[in-house]
């Protein structure tokens, strides 16, 4: 997996129109989040939000899950999981993009 891959990939699922033909789900979006954190950051080692802070909780939580994946592989399930995702949804020039990164 290169750098360039896992770049060229946050840069498409950043730029999704909302509508658009390819909607990831929400579960989808909080594997992206998990796996971009930590591919950039590395293990979560913030406070969990507060009770009422739903999202921040949920974001929290898909990104300690997360804990222990190393940088490439995160980077690997992230590329992975979008090019599952663009296949299904029949964006092949996408999926180019991303198979084509140097």
């Given at each position: 997996m290169s750098q360039a891959k896992f770049d060229k990939a946050v840069a498409i699922v950043q730029g999704l129109p909302k509508d658009g033909p390819v909607k990831p789900t929400q579960d989808d979006q909080l594997y992206f989040y998990k796996?971009?954190?930590?591919?950039?950051?590395?293990?979560?080692?913030?406070?969990?939000?507060?009770?009422l802070d739903f999202?921040?909780?949920?974001?929290?939580?898909?990104?300690?899950?997360a804990k222990g994946t190393a940088t490439a592989d995160a980077q690997a399930k992230y590329v992975a999981k979008l090019l599952e995702i663009l296949k299904a949804a029949?964006?092949?020039?996408?999926?180019q993009e991303i198979e084509s990164a140097a």
């Open positions: 796996y971009y954190k930590q591919a950039n950051i590395g293990d979560n080692t913030t406070a969990r939000p507060g009770m999202t921040g909780k949920a974001k929290w939580d898909a990104w300690t899950d029949g964006d092949d020039a996408h999926v």
